[in-house]
């Protein structure tokens, strides 16, 4: 009887330990095939270029390139490949004024006017009370303004954009909801130079890219040279991958206009985890401050009672996931996406880089996190990639409805020569109406190349294809007077459209701006 008892004890102990060390390897390693599986669905998602960077336990434990930065160039991506990451840049402004927090320059809860006294809001009452922590945590109400496709007020400067928000309407009341607003980030990146005396981008230059050395990172792509490794933006239009003209974002640089590659930004997240603020042994941010960035500051509202919480830090979503707390944020424009996870309670960081639209990073990032929290049978690139394919139809099937929709062979109530001319909005500057051949040209704010032609729709109703296939298409319509001339002008800005790789539109989520005749 002992020797079966200690026989049974024996082979309980051999199953335990065999299932614990079993266990514990699955947490410390990536899904296997790795390379293989990120190959295969950076084809399946026709990304031309990508790149991961993995961090764990304070080391660097993956970077690696694959596809090539120019679709047909043959230039392979790697782990120096510099790539636009877009709102991931959210998290790094934040850093920076967790840096003069720290120096006692600003507090969160300082009022914007404090250090920018000239600044104003439509509402008298908004304007003396927003603060820092509400410019960081989109509770403003501040929209969007434009979307990601164009760039409000292209060649105005940080504070003439800024200028120009005395008047927006805004979107939702103060403080009440979660509006997203890029604008207010490159607010946020202004109270450095005023707090601070320099610009937003010799800050993180001097502040966090030398001290991290995070050496290829820029604020700009005025900054990167033709021989520099960089990726080149691509997008999916007319079913087609194409590689698409680069744009410079200078204005909004605070809210998503950082570049750097994935050996950058596996130091930028290292600093994120462990003793979070320090790097290399060097205390960048204090540990109370990236507390205050990381914590939940604004509650995101979901729609099942039972789901987990969803919320914003100061450039973090903040979720749970398996019961561990996650912090990511994506970035998208002008053919880049970047997907950054971290999951601090493993110290598991994870950064997606590729130069076309996609939700391949999401995929990417929960596979990692499923291997080291005991791994799970879902193939997580399956998954995205058949809610692409569903989202593709229905936004096919929507827009073909408002083409279905159009009426035809009508005439506009005038002769397009009628329709040229100067108009003007106060908040979103003058827009010139012009004729080139048989064609009326819409152009925004002088500025070179932003021009769309305006195709008769039906009625006083056109669609503005811009030139720049990229920025894709809008809609106009123009409005006549009691005189019977073209009084104004309604633009109808795509703020997100449904799914991009379709088209501008549909959206379910748009801003009409009037633009009045001159």
Do not use: C
């Not at 095939?33 to 991961?52: C, H, T, Y």
């Not at 680069?246 to 750097?260: E, F, M, S, T, V």
């Not at 500025?447 to 720049?468: C, I, P, Q, S």
């Amino acid at each position: 009887m002992t020797t079966t008892y200690f026989r049974n004890y024996s082979l309980a102990l051999i199953v335990f330990l065999s299932f614990f060390t079993s266990n514990l390897f699955a947490q410390e390693t990536l899904p296997d095939n790795f390379d293989k599986w990120l190959e295969s669905g950076r084809q399946d998602w026709n990304i031309p270029g990508m790149a991961v960077g993995i961090v764990k336990n304070g080391k660097i434990i993956y970077a690696k390139g694959f596809g090539e930065k120019r679709l047909g160039g043959g230039e392979p991506v790697d782990a120096n490949t510099i790539f636009s990451i877009a709102s991931v840049s959210k998290n790094i402004t934040a850093a920076a004024l967790g840096i003069l927090v720290d120096e006692g320059k600003i507090d969160w809860d300082d009022k914007i006017v404090k250090h920018i006294p000239w600044f104003q809001l439509n509402d008298p009452w908004v304007t003396r009370e927003v603060t820092i922590r509400d410019v960081l945590t989109h509770r403003v109400g501040l929209g969007r303004i434009l979307g990601n496709r164009l760039q409000f007020m292209t060649n105005s400067s940080r504070d003439s954009v800024l200028y120009q928000m005395r008047y927006m309407a805004l979107e939702k009341p103060f403080r009440t909801e979660f509006v997203y607003n890029n604008v207010m980030y490159s607010l946020a990146g202004q109270i450095i130079e005023y707090a601070d005396g320099r610009t937003w981008d010799t800050f993180l230059k001097e502040r966090l890219f030398v001290p991290l050395e995070m050496n290829s990172s820029t604020t700009s792509i005025t900054q990167l040279k033709n021989s520099d490794n960089q990726a080149y933006p691509h997008q999916e239009i007319e079913g087609k991958v194409v590689a698409i003209e680069r744009r410079n974002w200078d204005n909004a640089g605070p809210a998503g206009g950082i570049n750097a590659s994935v050996n950058d930004l596996n130091k930028w997240m290292l600093m994120q985890l462990g003793e979070a603020g320090t790097y290399n042994g060097k205390t960048i941010i204090s540990t109370k401050q990236m507390n205050e960035i990381h914590k939940p500051q604004m509650v995101r509202l979901v729609g099942n009672a039972m789901a987990g919480q969803e919320s914003y830090g100061f450039g973090w979503n903040i979720s749970d996931y398996k019961g561990k707390r996650v912090l990511t944020h994506g970035g998208a424009t002008d053919g880049f996406n970047t997907a950054m996870y971290l999951m601090p309670e493993l110290e598991l960081g994870i950064i997606v880089v590729g130069n076309n639209f996609n939700s391949f990073g999401n995929a990417v990032a929960y596979q990692v996190m499923d291997s080291y929290l005991g791994g799970n049978d879902m193939d997580w690139n399956e998954r995205y990639l058949q809610g692409h394919k569903n989202s593709y139809e229905r936004a096919m099937k929507a827009r073909n409805e408002i083409h279905n929709a159009r009426i035809n062979k009508t005439k506009p109530s005038l002769d397009l020569d009628a329709f040229v001319g100067n108009y003007k909005s106060d908040g979103y500057g003058k827009i010139e109406v012009k004729r080139e051949g048989k064609d009326l040209i819409l152009h925004f704010w002088d500025t070179k190349g932003l021009e769309a032609k305006l195709e008769h729709w039906h009625y006083d109703t056109f669609r503005a294809v811009w030139k720049n296939p990229a920025q894709r298409e809008e809609f106009v319509q123009f409005h006549l007077g009691k005189d019977g001339n073209v009084a104004a002008m309604d633009f109808q800005f795509v703020l997100r459209p449904l799914l991009l790789q379709v088209g501008a539109y549909p959206s379910n989520y748009t801003h009409t701006e009037r633009f009045i005749k001159q």
